[in-house]
């Protein structure tokens, strides 16, 4: 019989993106190999188990609706994904101490060294850095606490390391992965959603509005940038920006750059992927991005030559320039240099495209990366 499995997350099905991609797709594949109960802000969208919707990011409501899954459900292991869910289910496990069950936490980035290397450029700097102390005594609880843990980030070992002066014994480093449908290229989702702005090569960014860190904005900012120094070649390049509306911007906005909004329709935006010919991770020094590994995996996945600063590739230093993408510079000059020479000579590219989706798909579905949760799960 399958052992009992809760998974604790920040899931919200209003929001089917950044953090939501992570606990959605490894519960979904988890669900073949065990008994499945999810636990989120929101779970309507959680299809292949039964769920609870905390509804908030609420530690007391968090605490209360574990308890109610444990007393129901009687979970032999639970695996909690982020701060918030970890540090609930550790009170509860610890007050609680449900018998033949165990704890496994998830990291999806290490949220204090994130606050701490943008500190430098956000305008509330006491607030960031109130979230800062928060995050690393949150996080810092978990790590002393000895639970098996498993972490998005392999650079997130050398990260507890150096910030607790613990070298954690029980940790284990599990990337995120890509969904199927992004993998099989060969669907033909027309119509073409750029037609109207043939023969220009389509750049796609990906950057919904995200709970508490402003990445996605800092890389919004610099496609904006990017565009203004292009605008000149409007006829050669065209910026498509995912998950933003143009009425969000009180500057005259350049005429290559379109704001499509959000997609409700995972069919949408599948098709706004496909038919793009670029996909750009305009990302700078302090955006400390995490969940840029995200967008760069639907990108490879989908076929499209990546351009990337050095920051929207942390956590997938495999993937190089030159052999899999290109790499430019912080500077939106250097990013809008290697846009062009891309967008003007896209063949001279194709070996870099087909060379990242094999790597993608040998490694990184979200199958295979379920796998390797089971084994530790299982192990733990």
Sequence with gaps: ??????????????????????????????????????????????????????GSRNLTAYIKSLKQCIEEFKPEIIYAQETLPAIAALIVFTLKRPKNSSLVFDFHTFSAFEYWSRLSSVSNYFKDFLQLVKTYVAQGILVFSGKPIIAAGDSTPKLISQWYRKKPNNIYCIGNGVAEDLLNSNISLSPDPYQKFRPAKIVVVVAPKTFQFPSNDMSV???????????????????????????????????NITFVGFLPSREDFLRYLQFADIGLLPFTKQAVAGGARNKALDYFASKKLVISTPEGLRGLEEFEHLKHLLV???????????????ALNLDKYQSLVEAAYNQIREKYSWNAKAKMVTDILLSA
């Design 1 to 54: 019989m399958a052992k009992r499995l809760l998974i604790v997350s920040t899931l919200d099905s209003m929001q089917p993106f950044g953090a939501f991609t992570r606990p959605f797709y490894l519960g979904q594949y988890l669900a073949e190999s065990f008994e499945v109960f999810h636990l989120g802000i929101n779970c309507s969208g959680v299809n292949y188990a039964p769920s609870i919707s905390v």
């Design 328 to 342: 430019p510079g912080f500077s939106s000059e250097e990013v809008a240099d290697t846009v062009l020479d891309a």
């Design 221 to 255: 900012s610099m496609t904006i940038e990017v565009a203004k120094s292009l605008e000149p070649h409007s006829d050669k390049v065209h910026f498509i920006v995912i998950g933003r509306d143009s009425n969000e911007f009180e500057d005259k906005l350049p005429a």
